[in-house]
C-alpha cells in the first residue's frame, strides 16, 4: 500500500495544503521542496531506467519518434535523475548533437544526473518550465518532456507549451508523455488519488513515494497543445507483461492504456 504522504506533506514541506491554496506561486516553490527531498530515494527506486513502465513501454517509444539527433539543439524538460539522454545518445551513437541542455527545478535531482549520468559538453539548468525559458526564440530542434506535463496546474502548462514553442526552431519536435487521463480517472474512481487543491492530485508512486498528477482529460492537453501552434499526434501505450509483474501494488489493466504519448511539431 502506498504510504500517506502527501506530496504538499506537512511532514516534509514548509507549506501546508491550505497554504499552498491561497499563496500565489507556492505550488511550485513546494514541488520544488518535495523532489530536493525525495531525489535519492527516487534515485535508487528508478535508477538507469526510470521504472518499469519506462524501461519495458515508454522510453523505446520515445526514441522511436526521434528520426535523428545529428546537428541538431536539444532540450530535455524535468529530467529527474538524467538517465533519459545517455539513452538517446547510444540509440544514436555516432551522431552528435549540435548542443544538449538538460533541466529539472530540483537541484538535488540536477546534482544526481552530473553525478550519475554525466554527459560531456552537456549544459546542466534549474528550470521551472512554469516560468519563462532562459533561451533565444527558436534554440532548440527537439524538446522532450516525459512524465512532466501532468505535474503542472492548466495555467502553468498553458505558459511550458507556449515557451516549448517559442524556443522550438520552425519544424521541431516536442516530445511528451503523461500518465493517462483514462489511468488517472482509474485511480481517482478507486480512491487512490489525494486532492492538494489547485486541480492537482498525489498519486501512488514506486516505493510508497506520492507522485503530482493532474485529473485533466485530453481534450485539455490537446487545447492547449493546439493553441500554442502545435500539430499534435497521440498514441496511446499500454503496460506489457513485464511491466504489470513490476508494478506491484497497483491494479493495472493490460488492456487499458497506462501512458499517453504526445509528438508535436511546429509547421515549417
Request: hydrophobic letters at 40%.
Amino acid at each position: 500500500m502506498p504510504s500517506n504522504e502527501g506530496w504538499f506533506s506537512h511532514k516534509t514541506l514548509a507549506l501546508s495544503p491550505a497554504e499552498v491554496r491561497v499563496q500565489k506561486g507556492k505550488e511550485t516553490i513546494a514541488r520544488t521542496i518535495y523532489y530536493d527531498q525525495i531525489a535519492k530515494k527516487w534515485h535508487r527506486l528508478t535508477g538507469y531506467h526510470g521504472g518499469p513502465f519506462k524501461r519495458y513501454v515508454l522510453n523505446d517509444r520515445i526514441l522511436q519518434q526521434i528520426p535523428g539527433i545529428a546537428g541538431n539543439a536539444i532540450l530535455e524538460l524535468g529530467a529527474g535523475n538524467g538517465y533519459f539522454v545517455p539513452m538517446l545518445l547510444r540509440r544514436f551513437s555516432g551522431q552528435l548533437p549540435s548542443r544538449l541542455v538538460i533541466t529539472d527545478q530540483s537541484s538535488e535531482q540536477l546534482d544526481i544526473a552530473q553525478s550519475n549520468f554525466f554527459i560531456d559538453g552537456a549544459e546542466y539548468e534549474i528550470l521551472d518550465v512554469s516560468d519563462p525559458f532562459p533561451f533565444p526564440d527558436q534554440s532548440f530542434h527537439l524538446i522532450l518532456a516525459s512524465m512532466l506535463f501532468n505535474e503542472l496546474i492548466t495555467r502553468n502548462l498553458e505558459q511550458a507549451l507556449k515557451e516549448c514553442s517559442r524556443v522550438l526552431a520552425k519544424g521541431g519536435q516536442l516530445i511528451a508523455a503523461v500518465p493517462h487521463p483514462d489511468f488517472v480517472h482509474s485511480l481517482s474512481k478507486k480512491g487512490a488519488l489525494t486532492d492538494f487543491g489547485h486541480g492537482l492530485f498525489a498519486m501512488p508512486g514506486a516505493g510508497g513515494l506520492r507522485l503530482p498528477v493532474s485529473r485533466r482529460p485530453l481534450v485539455t492537453y490537446l487545447k492547449a497543445m493546439q493553441d500554442s501552434g502545435f500539430i499534435v499526434e497521440t498514441e496511446d501505450l499500454y503496460p506489457d507483461e513485464k511491466t504489470l509483474n513490476e508494478k506491484s501494488g497497483l491494479t493495472i489493466s493490460a488492456r487499458k492504456p497506462l501512458g499517453l504519448l504526445f509528438k508535436c511539431s511546429l509547421p515549417e
